[in-house]
């Protein structure tokens, strides 16, 4: 059974995990994450009344580590769009 799993491990990491098209998505995503944490750091009032008086006690990076991961893909993408005004292809 242990050379089964070693066998597809090793064929989802070729075919599936390592893959140029994955790692350019993963890219795609962290940009977007990045961005959109940089932007929320700067602007903390774009996420909303209840953030300002959270980061009193938890800091504003927690809170925007929180926020931004706490967001679908979808919704993140738009807000990345309507946000940072710039495409992240």
């Known amino acids: 059974m242990a050379g089964g799993i070693r066998e597809l491990r ?12 994955v790692a350019t ?3 795609r995503a962290v ?3 990045r961005d ?3 932007h929320f750091m700067e602007r903390p009032g774009d996420m909303g009344p209840g953030s300002a008086q959270r ?3 938890e800091g ?11 967001m679908t893909d979808r919704y ?3 807000e990345h769009g309507r946000l940072c ?3 992240v292809t």
């Open 55 to 57: 980061a009193e006690t």
């Open 31 to 33: 940009a977007v994450m």
């Open 10 to 21: 090793d064929f989802l990491y070729l075919n599936l995990y390592d893959h140029p098209e």
């Open 60 to 70: 504003m990076d927690r809170v925007v580590c929180d926020y931004v991961a706490g």
């Open 36 to 38: 959109l944490f940089l």
């Open 85 to 87: 005004r710039r495409g």
């Open 76 to 78: 993140a993408f738009e």
């Open 25 to 27: 998505a993963n890219e």
